[in-house]
C-alpha cells in the first residue's frame, strides 16, 4: 500500500496539446507541407520539359491575373501522400498551397515595378480527371472533403464582398482591433460581446461595444450558385436535387444559368437560420441542424461553342474507333433513321427528319457580324393516335441533352428564364427554363397547340436568334438557348380535315416561320396498310424485341446517343447531310402542290 496517501503532482505542458502532439511539432508540420507544395511549383515539369507551373505563375502575375489552375494528377505523380492530405483535408493545406504559390511567384517576378513591390495573394484552382460524384451521393462522410460534382446551373447572384480580414472598434474606449482572420466560405464572425481593454480612471466598456469599420477591412468578391443535377443522372419519379455553391475571387462570373460544369469542392455545412419557435410551446425548431454546401475550389465548363453536348464519360479508343467504323459506312444515313423508334410502324420522312434534328448544323457567323443558326426546328401536325408523342420521348432519351415538357403544363418563364427573390439575401436572382437548360440540345414540346398564344410567342426569339434576353426587377442580361426544337400538335377539329385547309390549325404566321421542316401527320383509312400495322404491334407486344428479320441495322440506343455525341464534339458535316434532306423534302412538297394546281 505504499504511496496510497500520496497525492501525486499534476502539470501541463504548454507547448503540447492534449493528443500528446507538439504544437511547435504541428508548426513544423505545416512549414514542411508549404515546402513541399513549394518544390511541386518551382521543379515540377510537364511532358515538353518546361516548367509548366512556374511559367503559369509569372504569366499571370504579370497580365495581372492572380489566380493558378493546378492539376490534381500532376500533384498526385510528383507526391501521392500530399494529394491525398489535399484531398482528405482541403481546407488546411489549401491556404498553405496558397502561401508556397504566392512565395514562388514572389521568387520568379522579382524585380517588380516601382509601386508593385507588396505581393498579391494568390488563388489555387484545382482540377482533376477523376470520376464525379453526383449531387445525390454525397453523405455525411464526405464532408470536409474534396469532391468532385456534376451538373447544371440554374440560377446565380450577384457579385457581392466578403471580409476576409475586419477591424472592429470599441465605442466607447474607441480602441482598434486589426486583422481578425475571417474563415473562408459562408461562415461569419461572432462579434465580442466585451472590451478587455482597461484604463485608468475610466469605467468598463458597456456590453456589445463593438463595430465594424469598413474602411479598414481587406474584402474578396464572391457569388452563389445553385447547381442543379443533370436530367440523365435523375432516376425515374424522382425530382432533381440541387446544391448551393459558393464562388470567390476569380472564380465568379465564369458561369451563367445553363451551363453544364463540373465543379471541384470542399463539401461544408452552415448554420441553418434559427427558426421561431411554436406556439405554445419552448422548443425550437432546426436545432443543431447544419445544411450542407459547396465551397467551390475549380470549374470546369464542360462544353462551349455552337455545339455544346454533354460530355459525361469520354470515349476510350476502342469506343473512338467504333464510332469511326459506324461513320465509314456508306448507308449511315438510312442505318440512323431506321434505328430511330423501330417499334413505331412507318413514318419513314420523320424519322430521316429527326435523324438531321439530332445532328444539326453549323452555326454561322457572317462578315457582318450576324449570326445563322444551325440547328433544325421540326413540327408534327395531325391526328391523334399516330405516335408522336412517343416520338417525342425517343427524343428525349437518345439526344445526349434532352428536356421534356408539355404545352398544357409550360408557362413563357418555364420555358425561357424567370427572375425570383432569393430567400437568403431577399435580391434577386435569375433561374433558366426549359430551353436555356436544354442549350446545345432538343427540347420536345408536346401539346403544342394547347398553349396559350402568350407563351408561344416567348419562345420566338429563343427559336430564332437562339437566345433569351431579360429586363427584370433591374436585371438586364441575355441568355444562350442554342437548342432544337422538336413539338406535336394536333388538330383544332381532332383530326385533319382536307376540306378546311389552313383552318386546322390556329398557329400565327410569326411561330410557324421558325420551324424549317413541318409534317401533317394523318391516320389514312387503309385495309391494307391497317393489318399490317396490327401485324406489328402484336409483334412488338409478343416478342418484346424488334419483329423485322432483317434487324442487324438497328443501332443501340446507348450506342446512337454516344455517336450523336461524338460526332457534334468532333464532325462538322452535319450541316450538309441535313441540308440536302431538307432541299429533299422541300422538292417533295412543292411537286404535290404543283400536281394538285394549288
Excluded at 265 to 279: D, L, N, R
Aim: aromatic letters at 8%; charged letters at 25%; proline letters at 5%.
Amino acid at each position: 500500500m505504499a504511496g496510497f496517501d500520496d497525492p501525486g503532482v499534476f502539470y501541463s505542458d504548454p507547448l503540447y496539446s492534449e493528443d500528446g502532439q507538439s504544437e511547435v511539432g504541428a508548426n513544423e508540420t505545416n512549414t514542411a507541407i508549404q515546402k513541399k507544395f513549394y518544390d511541386f511549383l518551382r521543379t515540377f515539369m510537364d511532358d515538353t520539359n518546361v516548367y509548366c507551373y512556374r511559367e503559369a505563375l509569372k504569366h499571370h502575375y504579370n497580365l495581372r491575373q492572380y489566380w493558378l489552375e493546378v492539376d490534381l494528377e500532376d500533384l498526385r505523380n510528383f507526391d501521392e501522400s500530399l494529394a491525398d492530405k489535399l484531398v482528405k483535408l482541403p481546407s488546411l493545406h489549401l491556404a498553405l498551397f496558397e502561401d508556397a504559390a504566392k512565395d514562388v511567384a514572389d521568387e520568379v517576378t522579382r524585380p517588380r515595378p516601382p509601386g508593385e513591390e507588396e505581393m498579391r495573394e494568390i488563388q489555387v484552382m484545382l482540377r482533376s480527371d477523376s470520376n464525379p460524384v453526383q449531387v445525390r451521393q454525397l453523405k455525411s462522410t464526405d464532408m470536409a472533403h474534396l469532391v468532385k460534382v456534376p451538373g447544371i446551373i440554374v440560377s446565380a447572384s450577384a457579385v457581392m464582398a466578403k471580409a476576409t480580414q475586419l477591424t472592429i472598434q470599441c465605442r466607447s474606449c474607441r480602441v482598434y482591433k486589426s486583422n481578425i482572420p475571417i474563415k473562408p466560405g459562408m461562415e461569419g464572425y461572432m462579434l465580442p460581446r466585451t472590451c478587455t481593454t482597461e484604463q485608468a480612471g475610466r469605467p468598463k466598456c458597456p456590453v456589445d461595444p463593438f463595430f465594424i469599420v469598413p474602411d479598414k477591412c481587406k474584402c474578396v468578391d464572391y457569388q452563389t450558385l445553385k447547381l442543379q443535377e443533370s436530367p440523365d443522372a435523375v432516376p425515374n419519379g424522382e425530382m432533381p436535387r440541387h446544391m448551393q455553391l459558393f464562388v470567390d475571387r476569380y472564380l465568379v462570373e465564369r458561369v451563367v444559368p445553363g451551363n453544364r460544369i463540373t465543379v471541384m469542392g470542399i463539401y461544408s455545412i452552415k448554420k441553418v437560420s434559427q427558426g421561431k419557435a411554436k406556439k405554445g410551446t419552448h422548443e425550437k425548431t432546426s436545432v443543431g441542424i447544419r445544411r450542407p454546401y459547396l465551397r467551390v475550389v475549380g470549374i470546369q465548363v464542360e462544353t462551349e461553342g455552337h455545339s455544346r453536348v454533354s460530355v459525361g464519360e469520354a470515349l476510350s479508343p476502342e469506343e473512338e474507333e467504333a464510332m469511326q467504323q459506324l461513320a465509314r459506312q456508306p448507308d449511315i444515313y438510312n442505318i440512323f433513321s431506321n434505328s430511330i423508334a423501330p417499334s413505331i410502324f412507318g413514318s419513314t420522312d420523320i424519322k430521316r427528319a429527326i435523324a438531321c434534328l439530332l445532328f444539326g448544323g453549323s452555326r454561322k457567323r457572317l462578315p457582318d457580324g450576324l449570326t445563322r443558326r444551325g440547328d433544325i426546328n421540326l413540327l408534327l401536325l395531325g391526328d391523334p393516335g399516330t405516335a408522336k408523342s412517343q416520338l417525342l420521348k425517343f427524343v428525349e432519351k437518345v439526344a445526349p441533352i434532352g428536356v421534356y415538357t408539355s404545352g398544357k403544363g409550360s408557362s413563357a418563364a418555364g420555358l425561357t428564364a424567370s427572375v425570383v427573390r432569393d430567400p437568403a439575401t431577399r435580391g434577386y436572382i435569375m433561374e433558366g427554363g426549359a430551353m436555356v437548360l436544354a442549350d446545345g440540345g432538343v427540347v420536345c414540346i408536346d401539346e403544342f397547340d394547347k398553349m396559350r398564344e402568350d407563351d408561344r410567342v416567348a419562345i420566338h426569339e429563343a427559336m430564332e436568334q437562339q437566345t433569351i434576353s431579360i429586363a427584370k426587377a433591374g436585371i438586364t442580361t441575355t441568355l444562350n438557348s442554342r437548342c432544337s426544337v422538336l413539338a406535336a400538335a394536333n388538330s383544332v377539329f381532332g383530326r385533319w380535315d382536307e376540306t378546311k385547309g389552313g383552318e386546322n390549325i390556329t398557329f400565327m404566321p410569326t411561330i410557324l416561320s421558325r420551324f424549317d421542316m413541318i409534317f401533317i401527320v394523318k391516320d389514312h383509312h387503309d385495309v391494307t396498310k391497317d393489318e399490317r400495322m396490327a401485324k406489328h404491334v402484336m409483334k412488338v407486344h409478343l416478342n418484346a424485341q424488334q419483329p423485322d428479320d432483317d434487324s442487324e441495322g438497328e443501332l443501340p440506343l446507348a450506342i446512337m446517343k454516344k455517336y450523336i455525341a461524338y460526332c457534334k464534339r468532333c464532325c462538322f458535316m452535319c450541316y450538309f447531310i441535313s441540308i440536302t434532306f431538307l432541299f429533299v423534302c422541300i422538292q417533295k412538297v412543292w411537286s404535290k402542290a404543283v400536281r394538285r394546281g394549288c
